[in-house]
């Protein structure tokens, strides 16, 4: 019951956080503390997943999105990425560890490159100067994967 809890906590935060991406282009920190704090719970009071993944995931899901957004700081000169989804990535580890991280990014990279080329079908041609927000793709992402992770975990037993 708690892990229900838990993972409908998740799911309120992520889309209180998409919605205000998707307005203000910001992932609020305290909804990356909040889904970090709520994946600490989760990991301690009911080790649905091991430290060790937890942590490699907090290191691998931060460390590839902060490489990202400075590849594209630098080779781009412009910012692609904000540091918020950054520590969304970061901070979902904690749920998906470090297998889930890149079903989480396959997700949201190819849900937002969905949202992108229908949007560039609709008005006709590709806005490659409107920022898209990343946060929402994530969220979308993250949400399938946990209860991706879940549902596997309840049809093993």
């Known amino acids: 019951m708690l892990n229900l809890i838990l993972i409908i906590g998740l799911i309120f935060i992520l889309v209180w956080a998409s919605i205000i991406d998707f307005y203000d282009m910001i992932v609020p920190d305290l ?86 080329v229908f949007s560039a079908i609709r008005i006709g041609r590709p806005a490659f100067n409107v920022p898209i927000p990343f946060g929402p793709f994530l969220a979308f992402g993250i949400i399938d994967v946990v209860l991706s992770f879940e549902i596997m975990n309840w049809q093993a037993f």
């Open 31 to 116: 909804a990356n503390l909040a889904v970090a704090f709520l994946g600490v719970v989760r990991l301690v009071l009911l080790e649905k997943i091991n430290f060790f993944d937890a942590s490699f995931g907090v290191i691998l899901g931060g460390g590839l999105l902060l490489c990202v957004r400075e590849a594209f700081r630098i080779f781009g000169q412009r910012d692609a990425l904000g540091l918020g989804d950054v520590k969304l990535l970061a901070s979902a580890g904690i749920w998906v560890g470090w297998a889930g991280i890149g079903p989480v990014l396959l997700i949201g990279s190819l849900s937002a490159l969905f949202v992108f």
